[in-house]
């Protein structure tokens, strides 16, 4: 077909579309308006509710507070027989972390992926993060990674520890969203955690940790300011 031809038929089918095509899109649903006719659950059971659903998700939801996390964190970690953890050296959850040592053999995430690589895949038993947030709705972690937490910190040990404040938990993606104000400094990862990685590919069959971490453990910590 000749460069003349290419172009006719391009029009032509172009212009079928267009025939095709509604003459009327209507309006953008008001999603503000469906959220807001919602009922809102009381904000002192936002806590419960996040951690059945969290649970029904094969999660394993551990309660404490912002006083006693590290030795709640310190349980787990002998409770599974964990002996390598992983966690970001600057985050706010260093200094608790570093009072593991010398039982447990800390990995500080500072190398590049190019060095660290044998070391994470190898060796490394669980991955400690920051979390942004919980949906209630459907028991889900907000997880931003970052220079400090990398993506492959929660995704490649075979146990991610998820530290989630109880004060910011959400009723809904929503409402995070617009109090969180993603609009305007969303980052190029954003992940939305439900339970650890599940995969039903092969046979139909329920298998657990093949793209992912065979096991989520969040510590939820109450007893904070709006908690």
Known sequence: MNPADNARARSAILARLREAAPADTGTAPGVAAYYGRLATPERSSIATRFAERARSWRAEVVDCTAHNWAEALARIVAAKGIRHLLAGRTTPLAAGIAALAPATSLHWYDETMETFKPVLFDQIDAG??????????????????????????????????????????????????????WA????????????????????????????????????????????
């Open 128 to 181: 400690i993060s920051t979390t942004r947030g919980g949906i209630a709705d459907t028991g889900s972690l907000i997880v931003w990674p970052d220079a400090d937490e990398p993506r492959t910190l929660s995704l490649v040990p075979p146990i991610h520890i998820a530290v989630l404040h109880a004060h910011t938990l959400h009723e809904t993606l929503y409402a995070a969203m617009q109090a969180q104000r």
């Open 184 to 227: 305007g400094q969303l980052p190029t990862n954003a992940l939305l955690v439900t339970g650890p990685s599940k995969t039903a590919d092969i046979q139909r069959l329920l298998v657990y940790g093949a793209h992912g971490p065979k096991q989520l453990v969040i510590l939820l910590l109450h007893g904070e300011a709006g908690a």
